[in-house]
T-cell receptor
């Protein structure tokens, strides 16, 4: 069974460019989370969805960040325009509500470098 | 503010030694999870503890949930180089899928 899939694995872009990160959750999972990880701040939740609906986006740093989940098998995180301080590893994770365990399954991450 | 404090932040020991990592909070959690993250990868779930006082074993790893469900520990017996990684604890509260994450313990096991 395939796990969470993220693309690209690495992204290098120049300041001011638009960046789009993609995620395919585990089939059947009804929660999807976007995280950002840095050495300084650790793992930070940016936004999460339930059944494709955004539930809490209070972790999104600013208006330059946006996330969508058009269907149960696909989500995007967009940064426009990108800035050097956005450099980090971005993770997507999914979860299944049925067992009420709140366990999350992570993708391999996208390492973003903004120069 | 709900916080999960992990200690130590960093630990480097020789292969074969034992170690314990702690995860503490002033909040009560419905469950607590431990994850291990290796370089270049996402966190991988190791275990979930749900009941106060619960002990779970995963080979050489022993996880315990505090009686009051505010803290947890991870004990590794006879550590191996393959145990190297970042260990993260995360607490869950009922009906809230936003986990509270610890900052992590970076563990290095030297051969």
């Amino acid at each position: 069974d395939a796990g969470v899939i993220q693309s690209p694995r690495h992204e290098v872009t120049e300041m001011g460019q638009e960046v789009t990160l993609r995620c395919k959750p585990i089939s059947g999972h009804d929660y999807l989370f976007w995280y950002r990880q840095t050495m300084m701040r650790g793992l930070e939740l940016l936004i999460y969805f339930n059944n494709n609906v955004p539930i809490d986006d209070s972790g999104m740093p600013e208006d330059r960040f946006s996330a969508k989940m058009p269907n149960a098998s696909f989500s995007t995180l967009k940064i426009q325009p990108s800035e050097p301080r956005d450099s980090a590893v971005y993770f997507c994770a999914s979860s299944f509500d049925g067992y009420r365990t709140y366990e999350q399954y992570f993708g391999p991450g996208t390492r973003l470098t903004v120069t | 503010t709900q916080l999960l404090e992990q200690s130590p932040q960093f630990l480097s020991i020789q292969e074969g030694e034992n170690l314990t990592v702690y995860c503490n909070s002033s909040s009560v959690f419905s469950s607590l999870q431990w994850y291990r993250q290796e370089p270049g990868e996402g966190p991988v779930l190791l275990v979930t503890v749900v009941t106060g006082g619960e002990v779970k074993k995963l080979k050489r790893l022993t996880f315990q949930f505090g009686d009051a469900r505010k803290d947890s520990s991870l004990h590794i017996t006879a550590a191996q180089p393959g145990d190297t990684g970042l260990y993260l604890c995360a607490g869950a509260k009922d009906s809230n899928y936003q986990l509270i994450w610890g900052a992590g313990t970076k563990l290095i096991i030297k051969p």
